[in-house]
């Protein structure tokens, strides 16, 4: 089996502009049709866009959601076989609110309306995708997975950390099963991006950039500010060390403890995911 991974950044804007061949494919050049308004997504809604966002953990229902989705969609419709199987996931505390609208959303005919000419000479074009068989889980329970069954396979007992930007979880595995009492979730890495711009804000004029772009220029490292190229390197460092100071250590003070170390008389592990390249 082939395993390609795509990312983009899960930002979205509403633009009816002309933006011809200002990408150079299309995941660089998101443009889609919904609800007969254009957006443009990822990396596209980063360059182009004015005011770039996304709601954090949001449901099906809203807008962004369905873009996003749609776009990712997008992104495979000519890399697999029809029907295709969609495997997806919300954080733990909204995973049983919405994963009923997931499938609801997900396990049907979609038609995607998409401008081709933002990275070629077409126009506007048009994509029927067939969705027959969808899953919904926890993400931290995808991790687990991912782990388990990964290269080399895993076996034991470990902890899981998840860290993403609108929530940070962590779960308890064994070979048996998660330990359900151990999952937490609370702040993501958008806790310490707000504190950097608190710090920025007493220099520098930050014009109306919103936490989704500061979240870019903390994974770079610099920003743009005022004309200057400002070092976030060493800033970057002060706000994690705070982020962990008051809202991770004492989240996995309740469940890094005896009892729970007790469970299981191998060593156990602890895996992190998706904070590492934000920290590099």
């Keep these: 089996m082939i395993l390609e991974t795509r990312f983009f950044p899960s930002l979205v804007e509403s633009n009816n502009t002309v933006l011809s061949q200002t990408s150079k494919d ?14 443009i997504c990822g990396d596209l809604a980063l360059n182009e866009g004015q005011f770039p966002h996304k709601l954090i953990n949001s449901s099906p229902d809203d807008t962004d959601y369905q873009l996003l989705a749609n776009a990712s969609m997008l992104l495979i419709q000519d890399q697999v076989e029809q029907p295709i199987t969609i495997t997806t996931g919300f954080p733990y505390s ?4 919405y994963k009923d ?9 979609h038609i995607l309306n998409y401008d ?6 077409g126009t506007i074009k048009k994509v029927i995708l067939e969705v027959q068989k969808v899953e919904v889980m926890p993400e931290i329970v995808g991790c687990t997975i991912a782990i388990r069954k990964g290269e080399p396979p895993v076996s034991g007992s470990f902890f ?9 979880e962590s779960i308890l595995s064994t070979d048996s099963g998660i330990i359900e009492q151990t999952m937490i979730s609370t702040h993501g890495i958008r806790y310490a991006v707000n504190l950097m711009i608190n710090e920025l804000k007493n220099k520098y004029y930050l014009e109306l950039r919103n936490a989704h772009q500061f979240d870019e220029a903390f994974q770079r ?13 060493e800033l970057r460092k002060n706000v994690i060390q705070t982020y962990y100071q008051e809202v991770i250590s004492p989240s996995l003070r309740n469940i ?12 156990i592990h602890v895996w992190r995911c998706d904070v590492l390249s934000r920290t590099d």
């Design 221 to 233: 490292g610099y920003v743009f500010l005022n004309r200057q190229n400002v070092d976030l390197r």
């Design 160 to 168: 899981v950390f998840s860290c993403g930007f609108g929530t940070f």
């Design 256 to 267: 890094i403890n005896d009892s729970n170390l007790a469970k299981n008389q191998q060593n």
């Design 94 to 97: 909204t995973y049983y609110i």
């Design 116 to 121: 081709a000419s933002t990275h070629n000479a």
């Design 26 to 39: 299309l995941l660089h050049g998101l443009k889609i049709q919904h609800a007969n308004k254009w957006y």
């Design 101 to 109: 609208k997931a499938v609801e959303f997900f396990q049907r005919t």
